[in-house]
Structures are given as C-alpha cells and as structure tokens.
C-alpha cells in the first residue's frame, strides 16, 4: 500500500486538502475492522501460493508419474479395443521401471544425492533435533529419497503411482463444478483411505528447530527421519499438508489429456494448457469424423435404458466407454412397477428412475463415475453437455484414441 501523500505536494498553493483523503494507517484500521474475512483471502492466498512454489518438486513427481500412467492408460483402452487383451490397471514390469526411471532422474537434479553428507549434515542427528538453517522441501525430500534407486525392488514407484492414482481421482471429483455432498463423500472416500495409509506407513515427522539468523528467532518445523522416511510418506505428508493448510485457497487440478498436475482458476477448469485443449478437440474432431463412432440420442428421462458398452463424450473428461449402469440408490432398479400401472404412471417412474442413474465410465485417464446431473443438466449452465456413441469401428478407434 502506498504510503499516506500530501495532496498539495502536487497541485497549486491555494489547493484544499480534499475532504475524502484518509492516512494509510486509517485505511488499513477500516480494512481491519470492516473486511477482516477479505484480508485472511489474500494472506492465506498468498501463503498457499508461496508454500506451493517452496515445494513444487512434489507436485512434480506426482506429475511425472500421471503423465506416464496415463501413456499406459490410453495404451490398456487401445488394448482392450483391439480385444488383444483385457482391459487393466496393472502396469507390466517394463512400464513400472520406466515411472520409477523418470522419478530418479527428476531426483538426480532436484536434490543433492541422498547420501552425500551435504544433506544429513543439517539433518536430525542422534537425538538432536537442532539444525543449522531452515530445512528446505528439496532436502527433506533428499530424506526420504534413500530407497529411490532402479537396481533392486520397484515398490517404491508402485507405490508412487498408487498415491498418483488416488490423487487424480480425489481432485477429478472434486472438480465436479456441482458438488453434492452425499456422491462427493462417497467419491473420496477411497483416496482419502490411501493417503492415510501412506501417512501411516512410516513415524511421524521429526519436530525441528533452527535459529533464524537474520531474525534473530527461534523457529520451528517438522522433517522427515533420513532413516525411517520413504518417497510415498513423504508425498502423503505433501498432500494432506496441501489439503489440511491450502486447500480453500490453492486450487489444483489434474489434466484430462496429459495427466500432469496444476494450478487451476476455476474449479471446473480440465486441462492444463493451450496445447492439450486444442489436441483433445482435434482428436476429438477425427474421431467424429472418421465413422468410427455413431451418435445415439439418449432423452434425460430415458437414461436408466443407456447400456454398457456404449460410449460417451464429456466435456470435462473427454471420451470414455461406459462400463456399468447402477442407480444411486440401488435397491430402486428391483421395484417391481415394470408391466403394471397405466401409462402415465410407468413413464413417470422411469423418469424418476433415470434421475438416479449413475454411469461408471472409463475415461483415458481413469474411471469416473457420473450422475444424471452430469449427463444431462449442463444446458442450464450453459456448458456443453454429454453425447452418446456407438462403435461402428474399433480398430479406427483405438488407432485415433
Ligand atoms: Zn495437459
């Protein structure tokens, strides 16, 4: 904020104060009392945002292992089309070695070697926990980047792509720009369950502290053990750091094309630049006009009668094959009205069963599930709405996917 100026200082001799002029200090005071809850938005905005810069490298990992997850996803519905094989989530050996080859090399530059004494010489030693400065993202990182090597056992990227997975399901749903409590719940109720396993998968961080020289304070935090910690804990504390602390101020996303992580502006924003929006519609585009799909009207009170099989395409998450149809409340699909009642009656009741119909839908990037408002209600917000095809080519299909 600008500091208080004397408006004389600019204008003639004879010039009044102006009447409206107040101090900075004023100002503030009247900012302070009137609109306290506009200046915790800004600090905790600006907190989230230089927390997320401190310590991008986990987002990144997190990233590096979507986009290759992602390759591989796309690859399993190509699979799948071509009937070559069944459709899985299970990564062969060489898929998981090239994940965890990307993770070290980001490892190799972003943080000193795990071992070097450059690194553990300011780290908890013994039973002291007096460090020298303040421990950095990319050195309590190198904590816990021990088990990161490429000659032995892989778990530790399984595990990496497990986090990955939970992660990009947890925000898919809550990207949803029409959230419902009861599906939202029910949407992270997974994710939610992995990060508290990774979490507790190695003890708590350390409790720290470290004079702050220029300062002259005393200041405290929390690192992990360099004996103790793994990759997985240390991106678990990262991201219920991110969700306890930022959340409501730092919103992130997850593309729908390429799988990376970002910082999004508007919670239904899909993906992560320019380049991958235009691709999805391009191929999309291709698709459409190669014959490999044919369009199927679905009317809203009709969408209990969608099969499994057909495929759709949503604008938020692109083009994807229905693999089941259940209800939200699913003891409703055996209410025994079908053949019975008149006419008004029967079409009112499908129409009330279609309004709990649920989709599971595998997208490239994963399955979502999507409710009736997903389907059919975009029109009202004037956003583009769900369309239904049929494969009429697989092999055009899975080429152009
Ligand atoms: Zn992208």
Redesign the pocket.
């Known amino acids: 904020m600008d500091d208080y100026h004397d408006p004389r200082e600019y204008a003639p001799d004879d010039y009044d104060v102006h009447e409206d002029c107040v101090s900075t200090e004023d100002a503030v005071r009247y900012v302070f009392d009137n609109h306290w809850d506009l200046v915790e938005e800004a600090a905790g905005d600006a907190k989230g945002h230089e927390w997320l810069l401190k310590t991008k490298s986990s987002l990144e990992i997190l990233s590096i292992v979507s986009q290759r997850d992602r390759v591989h996803m796309r690859g399993a519905i190509k699979k799948w089309l071509r009937k070559k094989q069944t459709d899985t989530e299970e990564l062969t050996d060489a898929q998981l070695f090239s994940i965890a080859a990307d993770v070290s090399a980001f490892l190799e530059q972003q943080i000193p070697s795990p071992l070097s004494p450059a690194v553990h010489s300011y780290g908890p030693e013994g039973s002291s926990m007096a460090l020298q400065k303040e421990p950095t993202a990319g050195g309590c990182m190198g904590f816990s980047a021990r088990g990161c090597t490429l000659d032995g056992d892989l778990s530790w990227a399984k595990d990496l792509l497990v986090l990955s997975r939970a992660f990009r399901d947890f925000l898919s749903a809550t990207s949803d720009p029409d959230l419902q409590e009861s599906f939202l719940r029910l949407q992270i109720r997974e994710p939610i369950r992995i990060f508290n396993s990774y979490l507790l998968k190695t003890p708590a961080h350390h409790l720290v502290y470290w004079w702050q020289q220029d300062e002259k304070q005393l200041r405290f935090g929390r690192c992990p053990d360099p004996k103790l910690s793994d990759m997985s804990s240390y991106i678990a504390n990262w991201i219920a750091d991110y969700l306890s602390n930022h959340y409501s101020y730092v919103g992130l996303g997850v593309?729908a094309?390429?799988?990376?992580f970002f910082v999004r502006e508007r919670r239904d924003k899909t993906?992560?630049?320019k380049?991958?929006q235009n691709r999805v519609a391009y191929n999309r585009r291709k698709i459409l006009e190669s014959g490999a799909l044919a369009s199927v009207v679905v009317a809203p009170d009709d969408a209990c009668d969608i099969q499994s099989g057909l495929w759709m395409h949503h604008p938020r998450f692109g083009i994807g094959r229905i693999e089941a149809v259940g209800s939200i409340n699913s003891s409703i699909f055996a209410a025994p009205h079908h053949g019975s009642g008149t006419d008004v009656e029967r079409v009112r009741y499908k129409s009330m069963l279609s309004r709990r119909v649920m989709l599971q839908v595998r997208f490239l990037h994963g399955v979502r599930a999507l409710k009736y408002s997903d389907l059919f209600e975009g029109e009202k917000k004037e956003e583009q709405v769900p369309t239904f095809y049929e494969v009429k080519s697989e092999e055009t299909l899975a080429e152009l996917l």
């Open positions: 593309c094309e390429c799988g990376k993906f992560c630049s380049t991958c």
